[in-house]
């Protein structure tokens, strides 16, 4: 009898054993196309961001052809041997905004490579539950939203989850970042909101730096401002540093 269960104990450890190498060698096999698939949805929310993304296209193949990546620091200037997929905005939100790795994403012209035609960069905060996180597009004034994209973990549905979705993106849409002083002001999204779709357009209207909020998520929505504000606000020197080139031409 206990000979018997010398040989159940004997099997379990075996079984265990080759279950565990299994499942390891599983894990490592499809930890390449797990990757692939990372960047796969990376790169379509970059372009998304910017209307370049819609059912059918080829991410991959507008990607390559039209975006080109670097990496900045605080102060504007770019890393020379430092890519973008070797930076994890998630890790470097925990670090000191001025210690921080930046990467910026330029738009080219789809007939002339030569021409930016946006800048994507991206955002990472904290909204009610977990963090939140997404892109914003800008014009190549580096001033006027082109559009954004914003995802979370865990913010509660039909409430601030809503940030994800296209009725809550669109309200940025050709919203402003700098005051006509020059000052980095961000836009805001408000507390309640004015009943939704082309409502909730009209009743900020002409209001460059704010937009209508969301019923029920004024702590989500708050997320999103600092989010996007504290973001805004560390790419700043490279805004200002372009813009100047910009104004040149």
Request: aromatic share 8%; hydrophobic share 40%.
């Amino acid at each position: 009898m206990r000979q018997s269960n010398v040989y159940v104990v004997v099997y379990a450890a075996i079984l265990t054993v080759v279950c565990g190498v299994l499942l390891a060698a599983t894990a490592i096999g499809l930890k390449p196309k797990q990757q692939e698939n990372i960047e796969l949805e990376r790169k379509k929310n970059i372009l998304t961001a910017v209307g370049l993304a819609s059912e059918g296209t080829d991410i991959a193949g507008v990607y390559n052809s039209q975006v080109n990546a670097y990496v900045v620091d605080a102060k504007g200037n770019k890393v020379e041997g430092m890519v973008v997929t070797d930076v994890d905005v998630a890790m470097e939100y925990k670090k000191p905004a001025a210690e921080r790795l930046l990467p910026v994403y330029e738009i080219k012209s789809a007939t002339n490579p030569e021409e930016i035609v946006n800048y994507v960069l991206p955002l990472y905060g904290y909204g009610l539950w977990d963090n939140i996180w997404g892109y914003v597009a800008l014009e190549k004034d580096l001033n006027t939203i082109k559009g954004v994209t914003f995802d979370h973990r865990g913010e509660t549905a039909g409430l601030g989850a809503r940030i994800a979705t296209e009725e809550i993106q669109e309200r940025y849409v050709g919203k402003k970042i700098y005051s006509t002083e020059g000052e980095l002001v961000s836009v805001t999204i408000m507390k309640g909101e004015n009943g939704g779709g082309e409502r909730s357009l009209e009743a900020y209207k002409g209001k460059d730096h704010q937009i209508d909020g969301m019923s029920g998520a004024t702590i989500t929505g708050k997320g999103v401002n600092e989010m996007l504000s504290d973001y805004l606000k560390m790419y700043d020197s490279f805004f200002k540093s372009n813009q100047s080139s910009i104004s040149s031409l």
